[in-house]
């Protein structure tokens, strides 16, 4: 039996593709491994043969993770099917030298540079949504005004755009949500939204460039698009209407404005609990990889350098450090909290 055979027995039997992960390994089995190592017999592959097959992948880190996913799966269940004496994937690995994607936040001057674009550009509701709510680009994609409690201040998310470009439930359960709308956003969206009869009839909130439900493409051709221009109006060198020299980093994607409002919660002194569940995260471990990005580090260390030079000042100098220490203190709170409403 070849790879091929065995894959296609084993979706068939572990894959039916009715949620968004087997999907995605379907598409994985049909674009990665039967084209890489259908042809081969199964009983040939060897440790040496899949470690050369990933290594050779040009994919990004989270996607190669999942190709290692279900090729593991797949020599388990051959092993366990007896169709191979052992199981060749047992070891196999994500190359070490892969870097895994950006996850950063926005700069301040990014910042300003969106929100000045967003005044007049298509996508520029699209991008406050994103970055003054966190929900997904796809999530957005998805968005009825009828979803906005405008009275309430929030907005309900309860559906998002699929791997197929149809419309259906989010990514987990725990992405339905209400999530509360910064009353700069909420302004705006009363300035924006549209008379209608019924929730039934309520319109998208936003849609293609050229009119129309957004698909995936769409979201694309949105976003690059806005980068363009904020690009454009920010100074890059321009050569018959082409973008030779740009002033927006390269690695700036509509989730990173996703990314800085997990920052700006951290920086708000919002639990991490509460953060998750705003972000819609079923774990949150996932919201610890974002609520790393500030400067809370540096702080802390800087307060655990007062604390250990206090333990060893002379007890005659340490009354005047103590009221300077309470002092820097208190300043310190109030330059946060005044961050934290600048930023909301």
């Known amino acids: ?12 039997t572990y894959l039916s593709g009715k ?7 379907l598409g994985i089995a049909d674009n990665a491994i039967i084209p890489n190592l259908g042809k081969r017999r199964l009983y040939d592959i060897t440790p040496t043969i899949l470690t050369g097959f990933i290594n050779n992948l040009e994919y990004g880190y989270w996607h190669t993770v999942k190709v290692v996913q279900l090729t593991k799966s797949i020599f388990r269940q051959a092993n366990e099917d007896r169709l191979i004496p052992f199981d060749p994937a047992n070891n196999l690995k ?4 892969l870097k895994k994607g950006s996850h950063r936040q926005i ?24 970055l003054y709510t966190d929900l997904r680009p796809g999530e957005v994609a998805a968005l009825r005004w009828s979803d906005f409690d405008l009275s309430a201040q929030t907005v309900h998310v309860c559906r ?26 909420c302004a705006l969206l009363r300035d924006t939204k549209p008379e209608y009869k019924s929730d039934q009839e309520a319109p998208l909130v936003v849609e293609k460039l050229t009119g129309g439900q957004l698909d995936h493409r769409g979201l694309e051709s949105l976003w690059r698009s806005f980068k363009r221009q904020m690009d454009r109006e920010n100074g890059a060198e321009i050569y018959r209407n082409k973008i030779v020299r740009s ?27 509460v953060a998750a569940y705003l972000m819609g995260h079923s774990e949150i471990s996932t919201t610890a990889q974002y609520y790393t990005h500030t400067n809370t580090n540096t702080r802390a260390s800087s307060d655990a350098k007062d604390a250990i030079n206090a333990l060893h000042t002379p007890a005659n100098t340490q009354a005047k450090d103590n009221v300077i220490q309470y002092l820097r203190f208190h300043f310190q709170k109030c330059q946060r909290l005044m961050r934290a409403i600048l930023l909301w």
């Open 160 to 185: 998002a755009l699929k791997r197929n470009d149809t419309i259906g439930p989010p990514k987990s359960p725990s992405s339905i949500r209400d999530v509360p709308i910064p009353t700069p956003l």
């Open 247 to 273: 002033v927006v980093a390269e690695d700036l994607t509509a989730y990173c404005l996703r990314h800085t409002y997990c920052t700006d919660l951290e920086a708000a002194g919002v639990p991490i609990t």
């Open 107 to 130: 700069t301040d001057k990014e910042r300003e540079m969106i929100l000045h674009t967003a005044e007049h550009h298509p996508a520029g509701l699209f991008c406050r949504i994103i």
């Open 1 to 12: 039996m070849t790879v091929k055979d065995y894959t296609e027995l084993y979706k068939r």
């Open 94 to 97: 994500v190359p070490k030298g």
């Open 19 to 25: 949620s968004d992960h087997e999907a995605t390994m």
